[in-house]
């Protein structure tokens, strides 16, 4: 099973497709191909078995990243 998380932006790579994003400290890479159009260094954006799949609006990602450091607190 995956899961959808929401990273930031910190760098999005020269040729347009690629970002790097920030895991709670941990850097990746993904795909941005999907919303590139949309996206900018320190934007928020979903993110499904490496590729961004939606932007989403700070508010919302640190919602979402709050609920789920209640669910790994819970285990």
């Given at each position: 099973m995956?899961?959808?998380?929401?990273?930031?932006?910190?760098r999005?790579?020269n040729d347009?497709?690629?970002?790097?994003v920030d895991y709670?400290?941990?850097?990746k890479?993904?795909s941005?191909?999907?919303?590139?159009?949309?996206?900018k260094?320190?934007?928020?954006?979903i993110?499904?078995?490496?590729a961004?799949?939606?932007?989403?609006?700070q508010?919302?990602?640190?919602e979402?990243?709050?609920?789920f450091?209640?669910?790994l607190?819970?285990?």
């Open positions: 995956c899961i959808a998380v929401p990273v930031r932006i910190e999005i790579e347009g497709i690629n970002a790097l709670g400290g941990l850097k890479k993904v941005i191909i999907l919303v590139k159009d949309r996206v260094v320190n934007d928020y954006i993110v499904h078995a490496g961004a799949i939606e932007k989403i609006d508010d919302e990602a640190r979402r990243l709050a609920l450091k209640q669910l607190e819970e285990k």
